[in-house]
């Protein structure tokens, strides 16, 4: 795969270069020696400005591999080439098989950007420091359990762009591999880049195999596509389409409730998007989760949608409970219970085909039932009743108050969050403790992803009083002052030092 990919019209962040890196922020193109753009021949070809530094990425040892782009950064790589080189060198190298655990490598990009852009300028490029070592722990897991690696496309089986999409979709309805990787490519090139999404995001909200994760990898891979560009997306879709397909050694079909929310979305009327916001129906169906079946919760959403109540109080139940699941047993389950939300979510958002969005709508209060009963937890806290009159100050010492308490009574500190910002506290202001918190105490992958879903839907409420709970249900997984330093971190925080200097 080594033409050229068209160029697309594509909506890009306004963030994607890192704005005030003082001295490199600037986006440019890394030319490399022949010898370093060579690869073995059974795998994908990147772009010829980026293959270099994939390359090197690949081949520099762990233990000297942040040294190594400390020389490149200060020779003048940009922000926006490290982390693009970093999230495809992860396409290309980690098998996306189950989409999970060591593929993290790939699923905590755009988290990792997510955190880096909205921290000081002499943080920003922390996140991407330890996603670097992050990723040589992957490659190296790949590689004792196969060495997997991206292939080349069939360039043979290629359909025309006519009918590509149609092959595509076709392929994936019948858990074609062969036939969706040669299908997406000749999508990704005869299409736009919203027109190539729409068959993925359908594809992803159909399957709640691996805990959630096909969602989350299709919403990472577009939003980070938005940073480093759409001219590197046909590698990126293809690992997509083969991750979707995982089946996970069971048979051939969704999990969860796809299949009556088809029938369900063909019930929601043509105004179903015009209601009204309303809160009572959020905690109604906030109480309803609490114990009804996936198919129930579904059918629900339809009864409420044909009784005018907004979309946006659904997707506030949504969260409100995947958030009370985290207050209840903190862990895996309970993170992608949240981290999954956000993706339909944002899928719901990034969509333009109406039957997809009502499934992304429908999935994500689906899922929740499915997500509860493997927590099973007998803790019976109920997000919605948390009394907010802790006796706390809105002064930004209490942040530091709320960070101490974490590690030691993390009840106490949610108390103190909802109280805090139910009176008028910083939600910035905390937002950049957690976030430097992780950036120095982080060590696991899902520290980025779950803190970057939840401060983002803690924004996006449509009704701005539950912000403060979703806040408070956060500090059930963030790390506080009580959890050491990570040693990485420290590497990491003194090879930024070197670059900023």
Same mark, same amino acid.
């Given at each position: ?91 290309? *190298? ?11 490598? &790939? ?76 299908? +997406? ?14 068959? %993925? ?42 991750? %979707? ?15 009556? $929310?088809?029938? *369900? ?30 198919? /129930?919760?579904? /059918? ?13 109080? +659904? ?13 209840? $047993? ?30 992304? #709508?429908?999935?994500? +209060?689906?899922?929740?039932? #499915? ?10 806290? &109920? ?15 209490? +942040? ?76 059930? *997984? ?24």
């Amino acid at each position: 795969m080594d033409r050229g990919y068209p160029r697309r019209d594509f909506l890009r962040s306004a963030s994607i270069a890192g704005a005030g890196l003082a001295g490199w922020e600037r986006i440019q193109g890394r030319a490399g020696a022949a010898e370093e753009a060579k690869i073995r021949p059974e795998m994908v070809r990147l772009r010829p400005e980026i293959e270099p530094v994939v390359r090197w990425i690949e081949e520099t040892p762990r233990e000297g591999v942040f040294e190594k782009a400390v020389a490149e950064l200060k020779a003048g790589l940009s922000y926006r080439s490290l982390l693009g080189s970093l999230f495809l060198a992860g396409v290309r *190298n980690i098998q996306p098989r189950p989409v999970g655990f060591k593929f993290h490598a &790939v699923l905590v990009m755009n988290s990792a950007h997510f955190l880096g852009q909205s921290s000081p300028a002499s943080e920003r490029l922390l996140p991407l420091f330890w996603a670097l070592d992050n990723f040589k722990s992957s490659q190296a897991k790949d590689v004792a359990e196969g060495d997997w690696s991206l292939g080349a496309v069939d360039e043979a089986r290629v359909p025309r762009p006519h009918r590509a999409k149609e092959d595509f979709v076709r392929a994936m309805e019948a858990w074609d591999v062969d036939g969706a990787d040669v299908a +997406i490519a000749g999508l990704c090139r005869g299409s736009g880049a919203a027109e190539t999404m729409e068959p %993925l995001w359908r594809m992803a909200v159909r399957d709640q195999r691996d805990i959630g994760h096909k969602a989350i990898f299709a919403a990472q891979s577009w939003r980070t596509l938005q940073a480093i560009g759409w001219e590197h997306a046909e590698p990126v879709l293809r690992c997509l389409a083969y991750g %979707l397909l995982d089946l996970g050694g069971s048979k051939p079909g969704p999990v969860g409730p796809y299949e009556e $929310n088809l029938r *369900n979305a063909a019930k929601i009327g043509p105004d179903w998007q015009a209601g009204r916001p309303d809160p009572a129906a959020t905690v109604a169906l906030l109480a309803m989760l609490r114990e009804a079946t996936p198919e /129930a919760a579904s /059918a629900e959403v339809v009864k409420l949608l044909g009784q005018g109540v907004a979309p946006g109080s +659904i997707w506030d139940a949504a969260l409100l409970f995947s958030s009370e699941l985290m207050m209840r $047993n903190p862990g895996i389950i309970a993170i992608h219970a949240t981290t999954s939300a956000n993706a339909l979510h944002f899928i719901f958002g990034a969509s333009g085909d109406d039957t997809t969005r009502k499934l992304a #709508l429908l999935q994500a +209060i689906g899922w929740q039932p #499915l997500y509860r009963e493997r927590i099973k937890s007998p803790n019976p806290v &109920v997000i919605d009743a948390m009394p907010d009159d802790a006796a706390i100050s809105t002064e930004p010492a209490s +942040i530091e108050r709320i960070f101490d308490a974490v590690g030691q009574d993390k009840a106490k500190a949610a108390s103190e969050t909802l109280a805090y910002l139910s009176r008028g506290g910083s939600a910035d202001a905390l937002f950049q403790v957690a976030s430097r918190m992780i950036m120095h105490k982080g060590t696991d992958s899902h520290d980025y992803k779950y803190s970057a879903a939840v401060w983002e839907e803690s924004l996006n409420t449509t009704d701005p009083k539950w912000r403060p709970r979703l806040a408070a249900a956060a500090m059930y *997984n963030l790390p506080g002052t009580q959890r050491p330093n990570s040693p990485l971190m420290k590497r990491a925080r003194e090879a930024v030092a070197s670059v900023m200097g």
